[in-house]
Nanobody
Framework: QVQLVESGGGLVQPGGSLRLSCAASGRTFSSSAMGWFRQSPGKERECVAAVSWSGGSTYYADSVKGRFTISRSNAKNTLYLQMNSLKPEDTAVYYC??????????????????WGQGTQVTVSS
């Protein structure tokens, strides 16, 4: 399994931006589809963005479309989530996840084998 470590979360005012990073160890990152999920208290974990192994295909939840951008650097074994125009409802713990050698992206959390520990994003004035 690939080991994942998220960073970049924090407190930001509404309308602000954050960039999350997910550093991956191991040799399977470049052949794995990746996803960003979030979970807030009392809510189910949801997929906000996903990307195929090459970066050529992406998915965004309707709630973040046009505001968030997922990208990856296979050379650096790193996944990114650029979050702009943040809203209070974006407040959640954000997790990156890897499908481990499966190149096809999916929004289903059960299809991801490896997960990071999560990073808190709080949008508040």
């Amino acid at each position: 399994q690939v080991q994942l470590v998220e960073s970049g979360g924090g407190l930001v005012q509404p309308g602000g931006s954050l960039r999350l990073s997910c550093a991956a160890s191991g040799r399977t990152f470049s052949s794995s589809a990746m996803g960003w999920f979030r979970q807030s208290p009392g809510k189910e974990r949801e997929c906000v963005a996903a990307v195929s192994w090459s970066g050529g295909s992406t998915y965004y939840a309707d709630s973040v479309k046009g505001r968030f951008t997922i990208s990856r650097s296979n050379a650096k074994n790193t996944l990114y989530l650029q979050m702009n125009s943040l809203k209070p409802e974006d407040t959640a713990v954000y997790y990156c996840a890897a499908r481990d050698r499966n190149p096809a992206m999916t929004t289903m959390a059960t299809m991801y084998r490896s997960w990071g520990q999560g990073t808190q994003v709080t949008v508040s004035s």
